[in-house]
């Protein structure tokens, strides 16, 4: 069975079962508070919370859809036998309709009776309980019902059966996790092996989330207007099974970009395996976060589709890849999906690479220059100062540097480049400080242009939509030059509309209030940020009356009375997919 018909059969079964099939939502959420899509119950947040209807809206309290997924937090792991970046999401939910009996039968109802997967290699983990909930004591004896035998049920704590939220605040509870038993032999620990044993014998597939809570800003438990469910079933992962494969990149989604990857001409190892994997997992992931309009840049998603995009660049390079064969494995991964806009994706994705192969292949050179004379030296650890120089001027990515170190018995010292780097951040901080925090006219000039920089951030996010994403900006006694994510010119009414906002909010008096807070704080209250790895542990967090958010190192006038008029001179494009507004101050 191929991973679509998988999917055509989950959503056709729980169709039968008076659920309501809803498109995949984009990698974009509206959630403030999280940079990508995460899960499938993401798009449900508001009806979970009780604050808008299903019935009225969605015509239905019974959903179910396949999800576009993207976690960076298994950025790390990629590369082994079920992690991803990219995945598509499996789910069924229930808002204030069935619960946990229910949604215990339909999961094992769809993997036996539809999968044909053997029930006596289902095993199952329930909440322990915490200060905040009981144990679920009735997981337990539901699943004992459907003939889970006892002794395949576990018990864990929070971190590992405790769901949610998605971001900051939202819609959480207990949940019961399915693994099934890919070898049916346990390892060393005997009886204690089970699931997420870290031995490889169990493979996590289906969450089931009882919501029952929503956790609020003031960091409460508070109990939710009704009882919900939402699961989630990596589409990979049980196509593995289903397919009897030794890992999801043997699996039919993943195969013929493998393939094609092999055909590059090297010699087959571990390292390469592992590699292949990595660039696999990059490009798809690549390929879906262009379509739904991130564009590569240092800041938020887009530095997150960089990031993957230039080590799959990297890893291609090290295995020989001719120069426009990226584009090849692109292409193959575009056509298995219809609905996805080749042209402009095939576009952005050549741009990025040609604008960091130059950058690469003279690190290329520089990085066996740094090896050579290690060697020569007799030494087996590369110097530290050498390789971030070349992290620093070339982009040179850290984990190219290890794999060539590796090949060449030599060492990296990562503690030591970490330290480094936040060295680097915190003398480039103090640039940013010292740019802004001029004297005289001048220094009161930019703290009015920085102030109308955050007025217009969120004028065209609410006038464009919340895709809109600051790309950069520059400031001069004379001008704003301000760069956002966008993937067209705006229109005459738009740019009318967007200058009217600022304006209307400068008129308000509206108060500029600075506060120093942790960074994972900020994010979590909604305040708008470039990504992790511009700051550290504190910050300084500026909100607009109830306007504007944003996390920001510049200065900022005290009032918006004090920025006077504003005006949009010019708007053009600055790179694809990004677009440049020029203004003034009147």
Known sequence: MKSREIANKFLEFFKKNNHKIIESSSLLPSDKTVLLTTAGMQQFVPYFKGE???EKELKSRRLTSVQKCF????LGSVGDESHLTFFEMLGNF???DYFKKDAINYALKFLTDE???DKKRIWVTVFKGNNDAPKDMDAIELWKKQGIAEEKIFEFGEKENFWGPPGATGPCGP???MHYDLTQKPCNKGKKCGPNCDCGRFLEIWNLVFMEYNF???????????KNIDTGMGLERISMIVQKKNNIFETDAFQEIINKIREIGYKKDKDTE??????????????FLVSDGVRPSNIEQGYILRRVLRKAISYLSLLGAKEDEIIDLCNLIINQYKELNKKEILKIIKEEKDKFQKSLDKGFVEIKIIIDETKKLKKKELPTEDIFKLYDTYGFPIEITKELASKEKLSVNENEFDEMFRKHQEISRAGVEKKFGGVGDFGEQVARQHTATHLLHQALREVLGKEVRQAGSDLTPERIRFDFTFNRALTEEERKKVEDIVNKKIRECLPVKKETKKFKDAQKEGFLAFFRDKYGEEVSAYSIGDFSKEVCAGPHVKNTKEIGKFKIIKEK?????????????E
């Open 52 to 54: 808008k209807n299903p």
């Open 71 to 74: 976690r960076t937090s298994d």
């Open 94 to 96: 229930s808002i204030g």
């Open 115 to 117: 999968l044909k997967l």
């Open 175 to 177: 949940c019961s996790e």
């Open 216 to 226: 609020n800003e003031k960091k409460q438990y508070e109990v939710l207007p009704s």
């Open 274 to 287: 592992r590699m292949e994997r990595i660039i696999a997992d990059h490009l798809r992931g690549t390929v």
């Open 573 to 585: 494009s600055s790179a694809s997919g990004i677009r440049r507004i020029k203004a003034v101050l």
